[in-house]
Nanobody
Framework: QVQLVESGGGLVQAGGSLRLSCAAS????????MGWYRQGPGKQRTWVAT???????NYADSVKGRFTISRDNAKSTAYLQMSSLKPEDTDVYYC??????????????WGQGTQVTVSS
């Protein structure tokens, strides 16, 4: 089994910063792409940013220039540094990883989510 655990969410004022972490553990042989998504009440989950195992990154237009995704492959951990936060960034943030397990099976895994609330 593979587990993803997010941390670092919380309440912050507009213009502030937060850093989310996503630690992967379990029967992991390798991790390909890791990413962050977010979802508000009654809304669809939307893509925020992704990073490949080689460090290539992509961002949604709504966060480009404000958010930075990174990863530490040795720790199987991804990060999302969020700056210049806006009230519209308020959502539950989910970590995603495409993982090859020790038995050679690739699968898509999700964390439980961490709440980010930005006050105006």
């Amino acid at each position: 089994q593979v587990q993803l655990v997010e941390s670092g969410g919380g309440l912050v004022q507009a213009g502030g910063s937060l850093r989310l972490s996503c630690a992967a553990s379990g029967s992991i042989a390798s991790i390909s792409t890791m990413g962050w998504y977010r979802q508000g009440p009654g809304k669809q989950r939307t893509w925020v940013a992704t990073i490949t195992s080689g460090g290539s990154t992509n961002y949604a237009d709504s966060v480009k220039g404000r958010f930075t995704i990174s990863r530490d492959n040795a720790k199987s951990t991804a990060y999302l540094q969020m700056s210049s936060l806006k009230p519209e960034d308020t959502d539950v943030y989910y970590c995603n990883a495409f993982v090859r397990t020790v038995v050679g099976v690739w699968g898509d895994y999700w964390g439980q989510g961490t709440q980010v609330t930005v006050s105006s």
